[in-house]
């Protein structure tokens, strides 16, 4: 409560407040409203357009308000008109479960909720898959209309995409980079929140295509394909906006934070590995989502006033769109996996009880990646008919990116040497990831060589290389990272012995799933058709029988999580795994304010092996006055 | 082993209340559930219906002795499926959409001859690429009942249209190499006039191939081809063999 | 050790593979030699990393219930130089190698001459004369024109062999991609672009001929299987008789892009 005097008067500020309380449901409410009224305007202004503007304007104006819903203009309301704006640690007054549907500026619920809207995502686009995957039982009878299977391809990729995107920084570098580099909390806990909040939006939308006759053209949205769509494209333009504003939004927090609010002691090179994988993500984020967003807004204008930015009758360019596309694009595969990359290397020095070896090579390895990611996007071009001078510029940008790429495996292996492993079930998911990553990488190379790409390029062998590295890669860290981080997050241990069951089921069935997409795309069949030679008929059948084992698995860990989450009790310690690293060495649940005191740090990170284990910070005093 | 100044939280779990959670997991599954059968059912399952050729009373091709059938499909092609005068389809959510009708799925037997009459309704929008003019893949001539530029109804037997700018549609089946132009009504003719197309073409073993027009006829779409061109059940479907 | 024995057999193993496209085309053959090469170059890789995965799990397992520490050792300059510095080899070689082969693909080769002609002209024998035909995408079909053969239009691909062919894709509607399978082929076909591409054909046989990008409802069902590389004199023949037939037709002149309008019927 803050009060002015001016002379000998005391004005008091109003005590107005929201009329509304503001949570998910309000949000939900006035998001239909706006979804509503965004439509009566799109449609108001008349364009010729067969009806985009309005579903545009709808689902613009609709997102506005859900966020409104959820709070996010109580507090610049509130500042506006005088208004008393409750402070932010008030917003986590609320206990149960509106707790986790309200916005909150905790780091640790908004990494939660963000845990919870990933999971949620994942299970729609891999329902999605499954449906694709039917599909292709038959090569020749659809079991599914084509065109309505080419909306089932491209809504299955896109909220994977947004999954991808977002998994590993939104839910862990959310939760534990503040805990790790010893603040209480993120730079910016008002971009944090809006970047998680934006995400339901984004996939409301998504699933929202169907309804408005869905889209054909997969997650690239290649013109003109795109424009020959009807409305459901629109959702695509408005879902990935939403995705790349989320992901400049967590990129300047996340880089703020690492940046500026380390705890003294904790130099760049004692930061956990962790860290710099979600920084470095954060770096590509930032400045690679922006392209997306300016390069869907002349989509959006093709489709509503007419413009021809990508129409070649007109003078525009189908080009234009693939280029700046991919600009976007390629950085974007790298923030799916530079995270995983920092979550293994994290996770094996804690369960081989060794300190990372190489961590200053990891570091350039990383960065490594970071910078030449902005030079390779033209490889997904190579047949397009692009200058063959670029040709081999190319062609050498992208196989030099597999040489930081290859660092990881050497950081890994050198952890490993002479070592003392538990095989818990994290360590079992990041050696999965080892050797799904190995074959996604090396197929990357038989795809960056031109002449090979030349058979390669749009055929089922790139579809492999990127579900290896994508799936096979990034979701085995993020489950790897739900086992080892579960007791920290929750309090209570997910079972091992179910976890073990699940590590074999989901990499023996992974691998036997994908392994044999290799030989299809040599094998002349080529991405996104629903009918495909005879002869290969075979080898589909055995990878949807194995698709559908994989999904399986995953149901089994969902089960596996909220088993865990409602049913297992909490436990006794902290710290099961026995992991030197500082979010272990503070109490569970967190308090709300993670350190009563900053801490300063004496020591480097995974410091196994080195005489008596000290603390890594220096022992508190006792507790600041509140 | 460590020596940790801070203090530790030991909670110790008190009961939890599993009725409430297990109720509500067992809601969110069960609406989940209905979701997904309500997006199959209304979005994802939606063929045409199959249309099976009728044998024919006369036959148009001489099989000598092949031991082959030769079957009949009755379609109609028109400007907008409102203005359907043999197959209305007045629950279609499309009216305005260009389409054949009734159906696009067709099923014939292996080996036998196909004879397609077509009933043309709708108006010319030409072809983007003249050489689908010439008619290819089918057994002899094209037989049409049609009208003329100055509005006189004609027939006669042809190999192909002259004026590329006349085909409304195609009927095209390209795996088989069946390609078909299918003349439009002319400025001239009088309202409500019908082009009717006949041709035969054989097919061989069993087998599931697609068919489309060659015209891009989805209109207000980026190059015509959206729109109906892009759905299955209007401007493409399957012939199914067996 | 383990290792090398393993990477012995697995080469061995990886020696007998065909791999595709094969041999029709010089590309193709380029092509299949640079995959073969680099699945030969990855068999030992991948079978060292999976040993090394499996002999640490094993080698370096903590004994059950106690939790003592590993060395710490934080890492060994030379050894990192080392592994960055042999990735950075191998992987220069095979850009050498692919440049090498790019290079290849838009050079041409000179054949003896046959000393047949082909109606006004001899197809393309040697490098300065090479046999054009445009390849035309549309949704959702292949056509083939042959500028030297007054521009005749085909539904299906026929090719002379030992012949140096100049393909010039394009599109009249939204992108496709041209993909000649045995050939070694692939082109994108953006409308109102002329991608040009090279091809010298080795020996008869069929092909496929597949559209690579999605191109929207029918994208799979975009293929021909009845592709055909033929001798000289059949190819004369044939390219004869698709003139007469096309007589009657009035095909527009060829060009090497075609920018029809946008929008149709009705806006």
């Not at chain 1, 995270?339 to 490594?368: C, D, N, Q, S």
């Not at chain 1, 050498?396 to 040489?403: D, H, R």
């Not at chain 3, 059950?64 to 520490?69: A, N, Q, T, Y």
Request: with cysteine; hydrophobic share 45%.
């Amino acid at each position: 409560m803050s009060e002015v005097t001016t002379g000998g008067t005391m004005l008091q500020p109003s005590v107005r407040r929201m009329a509304l309380p503001t949570n998910a449901l309000t949000g939900l409410v006035l998001g239909v409203l706006g979804y509503w009224a965004g439509v009566q305007i799109g449609n108001g202004l008349g364009f010729n357009d067969s009806g985009n503007t309005g579903v545009l304007a709808g689902y613009a104006l609709g997102s506005i308000m859900f966020l409104v819903g959820i709070g996010f203009a109580s507090y610049p309301l509130g500042r506006l008109f005088g208004w008393v704006t409750p402070s932010q640690p008030a917003y986590d007054e609320q206990k149960g479960v509106w707790r986790y549907l309200s916005l909150s500026f905790d780091h640790k619920v908004i990494g939660i909720q963000y845990l919870i809207v990933m999971l949620m995502a994942m299970l729609f686009g891999g329902i999605g898959a499954m449906f694709v995957r039917t599909n292709l039982l038959s090569p020749d009878t659809p079991i599914f209309p084509p065109d309505k299977y080419l909306t089932l391809v491209s809504m299955h990729s896109v909220l994977m995409i947004f999954v991808a995107s977002a998994a590993i920084v939104g839910p862990f570098g959310n939760f534990f980079v503040p805990l790790m580099i010893g603040t209480n909390r993120m730079a910016f806990p008002r971009l944090e929140a809006l970047s998680l909040w934006l995400v339901p939006p984004a996939l409301v939308v998504m699933l929202l295509t169907p309804v408005f006759g869905g889209f054909q053209t997969g997650w690239t949205g290649y013109t003109p394909l795109s424009e020959q769509g009807g409305q459901g494209f629109d959702s695509y333009i408005v879902g990935f906006t939403l995705i790349g504003i989320a992901l400049v939004v967590s990129g300047v927090n996340m880089l703020t934070t690492v940046i500026t609010l380390r705890a003294p002691g904790m130099t760049w090179t004692r930061m956990p590995i962790f860290v710099w994988g979600v920084f470095s993500a954060s770096i590509l984020g930032t400045f690679a989502a922006p392209v997306l967003a300016a390069a869907l807004s002349m989509q959006a204008l093709d489709r509503t006033m007419n413009t021809s930015f990508y129409v070649s009758s007109n003078g525009g360019s189908p080009y234009l769109w693939q280029n700046l596309f991919w600009i976007f694009g390629h950085p974007e595969v790298y923030i799916f996996i530079l995270p995983a990359f920092g979550i293994v290397m994290e996770l094996i020095p804690h369960f081989a009880r060794k300190p990372l070896w190489g961590y200053r090579t990891a570091v350039v390895g990383l960065l490594g990646v970071t910078l030449l990611s902005w030079f390779v996007w033209q490889h997904h071009l190579f047949v397009s008919g692009i200058a063959p001078a670029l040709r081999p510029f190319y062609m050498l940008s992208t196989e030099m990116i597999s040489i930081p790429t290859g660092i990881v495996f050497l950081v890994a292996f050198g952890t490993l040497w002479r070592s003392r492993i538990s095989m818990t079930v994290p360590m079992l998911f990041c050696l999965g990831f080892l050797y799904n990553f190995l074959i996604g990488g090396i197929s990357g190379v038989f795809l960056s060589d031109v002449p090979s790409d030349i058979t390669l390029h749009g055929s089922y062998f790139s579809m492999a290389h990127f579900h290896f590295t994508i799936v096979g890669g990034e979701i085995f860290a993020i489950v790897a990272a739900i086992y080892y981080w579960f007791p920290k997050m929750t309090g209570r241990m997910l079972n091992a012995t179910a976890g073990k069951i699940h590590f074999w089921w989901m990499f023996i069935s992974f691998n036997l799933a994908f392994t044999p997409l290799f030989a299809a795309g040599i094998l002349d069949m080529p991405r996104r058709v629903s009918t495909y030679a005879p002869s290969l008929q075979g080898l589909n059948d055995w990878v949807t029988i194995w698709a559908y084992v994989l999904f399986a698995s995953m149901l089994f860990f969902a089960g596996i999580v909220i088993w865990g989450w409602f049913f297992n009790s909490k436990l006794a310690v902290a710290d099961p795994w026995h992991a030197r690293s500082i979010e272990w060495e503070l109490p569970t649940p967190l308090p709300r304010r993670n350190f009563t005191r900053i801490p300063t740090f004496t020591r480097p990170p995974y410091d196994y092996g080195e005489g008596d284990a000290r603390p890594l910070i220096e022992p508190n005093a006792e507790p600041a006055p509140a | 082993m460590r020596a940790v100044t801070l203090p530790r939280n030991v909670t110790d779990s008190s009961t939890p209340r599993y009725g409430n959670r297990a109720a509500v997991l067992v809601l969110v599954v069960a609406t989940l559930v209905v979701f997904l059968a309500v997006f199959i059912t209304r979005f994802v399952e939606t063929f045409p219906y199959t249309l099976t050729s009728e044998v024919a009373s006369q036959p148009r091709v001489v099989l000598a002795g092949t031991g082959g059938t030769e079957t009949v499909i009755h379609l109609e092609t028109v400007g907008a499926i409102s203005d359907a005068i043999d197959f209305p389809k007045p629950s279609d959510p499309h009216q305005d959409w260009v389409s054949y009708l009734p159906t696009t799925t067709f099923k014939v037997p292996a080996n036998s001859v196909v004879t397609m009459v077509i009933d043309q309704e709708d108006s010319a929008s030409g072809l983007r690429n003249p050489f689908w003019a010439k008619a290819q893949g089918i057994i002899g001539p094209f037989h049409m009942k049609y009208y003329d530029q100055n509005g006189n109804p004609q027939e006669g037997d042809f190999t192909q249209l002259d004026d590329a700018s006349t085909p409304a549609h195609t009927f095209a089946i390209p795996d088989l190499g069946v390609f078909v132009p299918l003349l439009g009504i002319s400025d001239a003719a009088p309202a409500g006039s019908i082009n009717t197309i006949t041709f035969s073409f054989r097919v061989g073993k069993a087998g599931t191939y697609h068919w489309q027009c060659f015209v891009p006829c989805g209109s207000g779409t980026i190059y015509g081809n959206g729109g109906p061109m892009q759905t299955l059940g209007y401007m493409g479907g399957f012939l199914v063999v067996q | 050790m383990a290792w090398a024995v393993l990477s012995v057999i697995g080469v061995v193993v990886a020696l007998q593979v065909n791999m595709p496209p094969g041999n029709q085309t010089q590309q193709a053959s380029d092509e299949s030699s640079l995959l073969h090469l680099m699945l030969i170059l990855s068999t030992p890789v991948c079978i060292g990393v999976v040993l090394f995965i499996l002999y640490s799990v094993f080698a370096f397992r903590a004994a059950p219930g106690k939790l003592d520490d590993g060395p710490s050792r934080r890492g060994n300059l030379r050894m990192q130089w080392a592994w960055v510095v042999a990735t950075a080899v191998i992987v220069f070689a095979l850009a050498g190698i692919g440049i090498n082969g790019l290079a290849n693909s838009s050079a041409a080769t000179t054949f003896a001459s046959s000393g047949a002609s082909l109606g006004s002209q001899t197809v393309g024998t040697s490098a300065s004369d090479r046999l054009q035909v445009q390849v035309i995408a549309q949704q959702w079909y292949f056509t083939y024109r042959y500028p030297s053969y007054g521009g005749a239009e085909s539904t299906h691909l026929v090719l002379p062999v030992n012949a140096n062919i100049e393909f010039h894709v394009t599109s009249t509607d939204v992108i496709h991609s041209f993909w000649a399978y045995e050939l070694g082929v692939k082109a994108d076909a953006n409308p109102g672009v002329d991608n040009i591409t090279y091809v010298t054909t080795t020996s008869t046989g069929s092909f496929t001929v597949r559209c690579a990008e999605l191109c929207g409802i029918w994208h799979g069902n975009m293929f021909d299987t009845e592709g055909k590389v033929v001798s000289q004199g059949d190819f004369a023949t044939w390219v004869a008789n698709l003139q007469s037939s096309e007589s009657s037709i009035t095909l527009p002149p060829y060009a090497p892009q075609y920018f029809p309008s946008p929008r149709v019927k009705g806006t």
